[in-house]
């Protein structure tokens, strides 16, 4: 399997399809397709990419696109239990959250856009950017107390799961922007920028050259 990614600093959506394809346990090669080069802006560039997004999995001949869809694709694959937690109630709130994460928190994804080689400690959130960081932490803690804190794993439901890979952005974006959270909330998001693959995307991240400009500064496209 091939999976198409943009630059790791600033894509969040590769960055998930990343993780679930390591969470599959199944083998993949990774190509990395610089985002907003002339050869992206003219399309060139995106002949593998059906929907003209990253990341794409290219399955033996069969592409798959959008994190999400990759998500499902690999966990039938690779095996559900190592996606989605086996007892129906985890389940259901792993799926309503992977989803709502998926298709939510508008104003957070795009006034912190994700930058791996930045900071911004004095950003100041928006009142809704502050009720998505709420909500987040919100269900974060469902997860924990209903159904993570059995275990020694610091993750949403015990064992890394879909629900981890969804709202890894989300964590980096906490840290980058200094978003003000809970200290279990802080806690996770130390467990996930330590978590083995975080850290080898990070590095990856920052040393990265290739130029880009458009969420170089907090509130996202630059005029
Ligand atoms: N819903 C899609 C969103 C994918 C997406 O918007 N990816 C961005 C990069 S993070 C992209 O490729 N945008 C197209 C562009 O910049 O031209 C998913 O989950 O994969």
Not at 48 to 72: F, K, Q, R
Request: glycine share 6%; net charge negative.
């Amino acid at each position: 399997m091939k999976l198409i990614i943009g630059n790791r600093a600033f894509s969040s959506w590769s960055l998930r399809g990343w993780l679930a394809a390591k969470q599959s346990g199944l083998p993949f090669d990774t190509e990395l397709v610089p985002m907003d080069t002339p050869e992206w802006l003219s399309g060139e560039a995106k002949r593998e990419m059906p929907s003209g997004t990253v990341p794409v999995l290219w399955d033996h001949g069969t592409p798959v696109w959008d994190s999400m869809a990759i998500l499902l694709w690999l966990a039938d694959k690779g095996g559900h239990d190592r996606f989605w937690p086996r007892e129906l109630p985890a389940r259901a709130l792993c799926y309503a959250m992977v989803a709502e994460m998926h298709s939510g928190f508008a104003p957070l994804r795009a006034g912190c856009p994700m930058n791996l080689k930045e900071r911004f400690p004095d950003f100041a959130p928006t009142p809704e950017i502050t009720a998505n960081v709420t909500r987040i932490a919100a269900l974060w803690r469902e997860a924990r107390d209903n159904f993570g804190s059995a275990s020694d794993l610091p993750w949403l439901f015990g064992a890394f799961s879909a629900a981890d890979v969804m709202f890894a952005p989300v964590v980096t974006r906490i840290d980058t922007y200094g978003l003000p959270v809970p200290p279990e909330t802080r806690a996770y998001v130390d467990a996930i920028l330590a978590h083995p693959w975080m850290a080898e995307w990070i590095a990856l991240a920052r040393a990265e050259t290739f130029p880009f400009a458009r969420y170089l500064v907090p509130g996202g496209i630059p005029a």
